[in-house]
């Protein structure tokens, strides 16, 4: 009973000290491994800034966090591409100061001024990537997949892997009908949701973990994957590859922004001038194993990591994609119709 | 004879079943392959990597203290209340069980963001405070129904007994009560530490910037793929609390030849 | 006032408050809301409607809802017979080493879920260990498809929830006087007579307690429907996240919860009166 009790003091002390001593303290939102470690203390070292990092699992749960508790206390959060348009629309978030960014010039231009955000007022990009067609060329011939339209064979009864996510699933169907992934249309949607359903037969998994892990242990051999992943489970087995589709791929850009009610906010331009350095920038794509929107930082990084298609795919592939934006009301179109394939083969 | 071996038998099956998905993850932490699929050969990189990571250190330490508190408090007021329960008739005995029965319901996702909704209607800034009266909340069903299941069955006449030979409440709660509930006691507590120690959802909602547990950590990794630093971290901890076992196995033996 | 009632007081009382506080009022507000509307941009907006309960009469929800069932139940059935034989032979043993296996239970469950999980995933994959030993051992010849599908659910619930069988097992078939079962035994009763009439009864209370405990969990845990089954074999537990996060119709997500409840209360009540009918039927015989 008495060493519980001299347990609970030393844990009572532990938790009174830890309180810190630094003056300026960023509160920094994000999903883990998003950062390497070491490098924000390398920032507070330089700065006297302190950042405390906590982490999110979701888009989703973010989102409902920072939307319910308005004096939420966070400084700096990385939304992917439609939660910038939605929560810029829906004034959650701050204008950021592009002069206080002396390394803002380093961002790729073609990656800038998307229609999620234009002019980047709201939004400066920290990591992108794509999703595409994963394939395992051990068993498929590699040449034989060009199109969305090929997860459709029904030669993949029960096999496929789609990523769980209603978005990513309606851009291969409107892509194949020739539509904007991005359509608010209830009749273009529902069309999408007719050629859909002919695919759930086909599904094995929605995936939502890093679609690496089944591509890897030989539970699936054909499916979506994201461009990250692939060069991930190309490191465990160099038969997984990635296929642009030729209707386009999904792109999506997970940005750093700042939320309205931020403290701190000079504070806050430093830490987002820092990530933009050529030479964290780099650190942290290969950290993560995406693409960094960082032009300056592909110089620092090797050459066989620059060079792989897969990761940093060409222009015209990039412009043949597409970004998601927010669909506004017609989210909840998509959801529901998602929810129905879902179940589907219950 | 036969049976006796069927049983030891069955009691190393449920063992092998339990402990299989760990050994795997041991086995993982020394594994230099990051996804832990195939082995790519020893390595004890993962926990270099791991001692060098405060944030998941602290993490951990985190989740271990509110499991901790919570529990124990949970248990406090769920043995109290599951003994209330049993002993007396009362009006709100059916207000109470109902109410336990809601949380046990109550999917992750409607306590979390019910519970913010509340702490954000009584001003209470989100972070240790709050993350302990959630892990509390959805403690208390567990305990009691646990606690109260051992003592129903209880032959009320040794209470009343009691009662008679002049002792109070508490002494009777102290002396009777307390020490046929233990085994529920301390099964309760374990199953709400386990609780506590593992849950996602109500604590991402129900937690601040200040105070970051584990099981959040590993939850925003799944995106990338989860660290196999957490094998390693997980291994440590589950050396620890094997090796309170054995700790707690030996004192036990060495009370018993006093 | 005397101290026996103030001992009393502050018991129910303690409890009372706590679940007013953080049950009772948070679940008020989702029941407010469970009437009104969603609203894309501030999530719920203040116009009152019945909506949300009308639209639960989908078939698809009442699809999701009995797969969930039926789901939970089958994973209680097994935590039960694998929990019941376990922890009663545990109470067989010396007491000194009770304790030590009891612990050696839970100890695995201190690893956070997800790597569990992970786990589970690397035994049941097509090149994982469960199939690499069958294959040695020639019983099937080609890699069974485990992952994904119903099994590898209620595998990963079953592995999930043991512990919750067998902690309230334990403590309430531990308690039982052997001295009833002796008296059984003299009286001619075989084993398999002692155990269905004397300790089975007895025992009841742990049986009800560890339904309780692993059946309405398991209808919740969304994540093993979505890392091992694939995100189809769902469970309602999935189903009503979805509502909340991905979809943000806080309202209709607050109808289904509170449905569920409701629904799930009936059932328990439903099999109570059935439980409680047969055991007269069974006194009076």
Redesign the interface.
Known sequence: MNMFKT??KC?AA??LFSSSAYATTI?F?N????IP??LLSRFTEETGIKV???????N??MY??L???DKN??DLVVPSTYFISKMK??DMLQEIDHNKLTNYKNLDPSLLNKEYDLGNRYSIPYIWGATGIGVNTADIDLASVTSWTDLWDPKWKGQLLLT?D?REIFHMALKIQGHSANTQDETELAQAYELLKELMPN????????P???Y????VEFGMIWN??TY?AQ??DSDITMVYPKEGAVFWMDSLAIPKNAKNVDAVHKLIDFLLRPEVAAEVALE???PTPNSAAKKLLPKEFIENKIIFPDAETIANGEFHSDV??A??IY??YY??L??Q?? | MLKRHISKVLLLLVYIYLYTPIFILIGNSFNASKYGLKWNGFTTKWYELLWNNDTLLQAAFNSITIAVFASSIAVAIGTLGAVALFKHQFKGKKFISGLLFVVMMSPDIVMAISLLALFIILGLELGFVTLLISHITFCIPFVVITVYSRLSNFDNAILEAGKDLGATEATIFKRIILPIAKPAIIASWLLSFTLSLDDVIVSSFVTGPSFEVLPLKIYSMVKVGVSPEVNALATMMILISISFVIAAALINKSDKSV | MNNSSMFKRFSIGILLVWLSVFVLLPNLMIIVTSFLTRDDANLISLTFTLDNYVRLFDPLYFKVLTHSVYMASIATFICLIIGYPFAYTISQLPKKIRPILLFLIIVPFWTNSLIRTYGIKVLLAKKGLLNALLLNLHIIDEPLRMMYTEFAVIFALVYILLPFMILPLYSSIEKIDKSLIEAAKDLGASKFTTFLKVELPLTLPGIIAGMLLVFLPAMGMFYIADLVGGAKNLLIGNTIKTQFLNIRDWPFGSAASITLTVFMAGLLFFYYKVGKSIKNRGNNA
Do not use: C, H
Not at chain 1, 31 to 34: A, D, L, N, P, V
């Open positions: 347990a609970i844990v532990a938790l509160n939102y999903w883990s491994e998003y470690p070491g405390v990092y906590s982490t999110y699992e979701s989703e749960s409902a966090k939307k319910t508790y206390g966070y629309k829906e769980d209603a599904v094995l998994v929605f995936n939502s973990d890093t690496a892990n089944p890897i242990a030989g539970e990250g992943s991930m490191q465990e993560i194993g995406y506004g009301e989210n909840i959801e529901r929810e129905k879902k179940a083969n219950l």
